[in-house]
C-alpha cells in the first residue's frame, strides 16, 4: 500500500542510525534502491545525512506538507505517526 519511499523513511524514522545494508534488508528492496530512495529524499529536504565516525545518522524534517493536492493539507509527520508509535 505504501510506497518504497515511505518503507525507507519509516525505517529511519524508527532508527536514523540505521544502515542503508539494514533499511534495505527491512524494506526487501536492494541497498542501491535504498540509496536511490535516500537521495530523493535528501533531495527534497525531507532527510539530511550527517557522518558521525564511520556511520550516517539521519535527521528527519517531518513537519513538511505532503506534495500531492490531495493531502497537502497534512504532514510528513501525521502519516508517519499513523503507522509508527511516535
Not at 10 to 22: H, K, S, Y
Amino acid at each position: 500500500m505504501f510506497s518504497n519511499h515511505a518503507h525507507v523513511l519509516i525505517c529511519l524514522v524508527e532508527d536514523p542510525t540505521r544502515t542503508l545494508r539494514e533499511v534495505a534488508i527491512q524494506v526487501g528492496i536492494t541497498e542501491r534502491a535504498v540509496q536511490r530512495i535516500v537521495s530523493d529524499l535528501e533531495n527534497a529536504e525531507i532527510i539530511a545525512r550527517e557522518r558521525v565516525g564511520r556511520r550516517n545518522v539521519y535527521q528527519l524534517f517531518l513537519d513538511k506538507p505532503l506534495r500531492h493536492p490531495l493531502e497537502c493539507h497534512k504532514t510528513i509527520s501525521e502519516v508517519v505517526s499513523l503507522i509508527t508509535k511516535r
